[in-house]
T-cell receptor, first 110, second 116 residues
Framework: ELKVEQNPLFLSMQEGKNYTIYCNYS?????LYWYRQDPGKSLESLFV?????AVKQEGRLMASLDTKARLSTLHITAAVHDLSATYFC??????????FGTGTRLTIIP | GAGVSQSPSNKVTEKGKDVELRCDPI?????LYWYRQSLGQGLEFLIY????????KSGLPSDRFSAERTGGSVSTLTIQRTQQEDSAVYLC??????????????FGPGTRLTVT
């Protein structure tokens, strides 16, 4: 079965702290994506990870991919309120349709 | 440039009625996708069109759901005899496909469907 699991589902963190969201997937994939969704809004593409060891950074967010462990991480550094949103990872399992994780609802507390 | 657009943004319909949801992909994008987002099921793939190939309909939940893509651009998702469990946000996405590689999917704002 093709599965994508994210944890945690909910995350409250204080401003200035660091934290990591984890995304595990069940079988070989050639592409992994991270998306952000604000309440009532659509999905905004954050990162595309294509190969083992890929690391991408944008501002306070950094995503990495370990294809051998079938694991991607989204690391948040020195969180700020603007980062409050729901974050999804999504995977292509050898075809073009995306299988999404459950999402992580991130709340940054002042 | 313009992104993916969807209409209507909100649709309230009575159980048993048919609805049509429209998607305009990004100009030049050859692949188009429909997904559904609901509280109980999360984000689910519905159907995918790529170039002139037959669509991948493997995610459609029942034969009440159908979609077409005219002229390789605009797509319409039709739900017949709507049920309350069809209530969800329907998201359309498009991407550029070279024949060897598909690039990332860009999502539209969605259509929120409420079946009463």
């Amino acid at each position: 079965e093709l599965k994508v699991e994210q944890n945690p589902l909910f995350l409250s963190m204080q401003e200035g702290k660091n934290y990591t969201i984890y995304c595990n997937y069940s079988t070989t994939s050639d592409r992994l994506y991270w998306y952000r969704q604000d309440p009532g809004k659509s999905l905004e593409s954050l990162f595309v990870l294509l190969s083992n060891g890929a690391v991408k950074q944008e501002g306070r967010l950094m995503a990495s991919l370990d294809t051998k462990a079938r694991l991607s991480t989204l690391h948040i550094t020195a969180a700020v309120h603007d980062l409050s949103a729901t974050y999804f990872c999504a995977v292509n399992f050898g075809n073009e349709k995306l299988t999404f994780g459950t999402g992580t609802r991130l709340t940054i507390i002042p | 440039g313009a992104g993916v657009s969807q209409s209507p943004s909100n649709k309230v319909t009575e159980k048993g009625k048919d609805v049509e949801l429209r998607c305009d992909p990004i100009s030049g994008h050859t692949a188009l996708y429909w997904y559904r987002q609901s509280l109980g099921q999360g984000l689910e793939f519905l159907i995918y069109f790529q170039g002139n190939s037959a669509p991948d309909k493997s995610g459609l939940p029942s034969d009440r759901f159908s979609a077409e893509r005219t002229g390789g651009s605009v797509s319409t998702l039709t739900i017949q005899r709507t049920q309350q469990e069809d209530s969800a946000v329907y998201l359309c996405a498009s991407s550029f496909w070279t024949g060897a590689k598909t690039y990332e999917q860009y999502f539209g704002p969605g259509t929120r469907l409420t079946v009463t």
